[in-house]
């Protein structure tokens, strides 16, 4: 008689809502499409680019696989962490021109902000104190459900053991410093979903209460590129104090284009220090090393150097001319749903429109309402929190007729 085996699972995994916000939202297209074959979907939804790579990055990544086709050129293995030309440039350009004292060897290259953002969680322990703001790009908080960090989902949502920071309309979108302490504190800056940004005042606060309790400030900054206002700060390193409390995240795809192409880097200044179970201080960069030296095979060689023609002076151009583009298309967005009588937050420093929806509607009730009488896909707020509901957003992140033909019909209703 054999005895079948049991594979145990990770049972955290099944403590995840129902599905992740995006398939969602496919879900009901999917099927809202399978009755309307004909209908003609324009999407502002997920986040996703549309326009072309740059010319700067096209030409550098076609130069690159010529390289690859010739024994002297040939690149296999990269380095982990990146390149350090590619490193070297960022650090220049990104940090010291701002007056940010970061250096190359603090800049690790990988695939993607939201990648890192979920990785990063291999190098801490289980007990921390975690706190997200609420509305939240969700893969924060999936991420540590799936790591064990927190209990069940609550009624609204909600997980125990996870800090909510509710950022809605009354407090004008400002994240307020928690009464308790907390360990790590997610922050995303300009906001996704809302659109918020923080200023210098802002972010020195959260800087001094992560001093006072010896926090872990996680900087989502990868909409930094769309910030119009120059009083905003663009990375928390400008902010005094911030290299001993701080990682910041960044991301190549919403500026230049690179959601398909993939390139992205995180910043783990050398001053950062954790405690480990015997008490004893540990750098966080060695750890985020060794995580990446053994998980991470690196990005590769021809797409490195297409993130380093970002920085060349006709990458440059091209990036803002992209930039530009996108911000007009959000202020053509704002400007219709505020002449059609919403509540309309955002885009004015970042790609995402946060709007009011109408009374007695949820937030996926306008989903399906706009959906089948407008032919127009969003993103609900409670998608992204409890306290998102009551909102939705809409994205930047087309091309330009269709944006001013989906703002017809809704101005149309």
């Known amino acids: ?22 398939p969602e939202i496919a879900r009901r297209v999917k099927a809202f499409s399978g009755t309307n074959p004909h209908a003609d979907l324009i999407r502002l939804g997920i986040g996703d680019v549309t326009e072309p790579l740059p010319s700067a ?18 690149h296999g293995y990269g380095p982990e962490q990146g390149y350090l030309w590619l490193r070297e440039a960022i650090a220049e350009n990104d940090y010291k021109l701002r007056g940010c004292d970061i250096s190359s060897e603090e800049i690790f290259i990988s695939d993607g902000s939201k990648c890192d953002s979920s990785n990063i969680l291999d190098i801490f322990g289980s007990h921390n104190r ?5 509305p939240v790009y969700p893969v924060y908080v999936d991420s540590n459900v799936m790591a064990g960090h927190t209990g069940e989902s609550g009624d609204i ?6 800090s909510y920071i509710p950022i809605d309309a009354s407090n004008n979108f400002k994240a307020q410093i928690p009464d308790q302490p907390v360990d790590l504190i ?14 210098r005042e ?19 900054a990868a909409y930094e590129s769309f910030i119009q206002d120059d009083a905003v700060p663009h ?25 398909g192409t993939r390139c992205a880097f995180t910043v783990i200044p050398r001053a950062l220090k954790g405690q480990s179970d015997d008490g004893n201080k540990v750098e966080l960069w060695n750890l985020w090393n060794r995580r990446q030296s053994t998980k991470f095979n690196g990005v ?21 001319q992209l930039v530009s583009f996108y911000m007009e298309n959000a202020a053509i967005i704002r400007d219709c749903l505020l002449k059609t009588g919403f509540d309309v937050y955002g885009g004015e420093n970042a790609p995402y429109v946060w709007m009011e929806v109408p009374d007695q509607m949820t937030s996926w009730d306008f989903f399906d309402f706009l959906l089948e009488k407008a032919n127009v896909v969003g993103t609900p707020g409670s998608g992204f929190g409890s306290a998102g509901e009551g909102y939705f957003r809409l994205s930047a992140f087309n091309n330009r007729e269709k944006v001013l033909e989906a703002m017809q019909r809704i101005g149309d209703l």
């Not at 797409?303 to 023609?309: D, L, T, W």
């Open 235 to 259: 990375s928390i390193y400008e902010i005094d104090g911030s290299r001993e409390c701080a990682i910041e995240f960044r991301s190549f795809s919403k500026n230049a284009g690179f959601t």
């Open 202 to 220: 802002d972010l020195s606060a959260w800087i001094a209460y992560a001093h006072k309790h010896q926090s872990l400030i996680l900087f989502d």
């Open 57 to 74: 990055c096209r030409q550098a990544m076609k130069k690159a696989i010529d390289e690859m086709g010739t024994s002297s050129g040939f």
């Open 130 to 134: 975690i706190a997200v703001t609420d």
């Open 186 to 199: 997610y922050l995303c800056f300009p906001n996704n979903p809302t659109g918020a940004v923080a200023s």
């Open 1 to 22: 008689m054999h005895i079948l085996s049991v594979i145990q699972v990770n049972s955290n995994y099944l403590k995840l809502k129902a599905g992740y916000l995006f």
């Open 300 to 320: 590769s060689y021809i797409v490195q150097r297409g993130a380093e023609a970002v920085y060349s002076q006709q990458g440059q151009k091209e990036v803002k």
């Open 157 to 162: 949502g909600r997980y125990q053991g996870l």
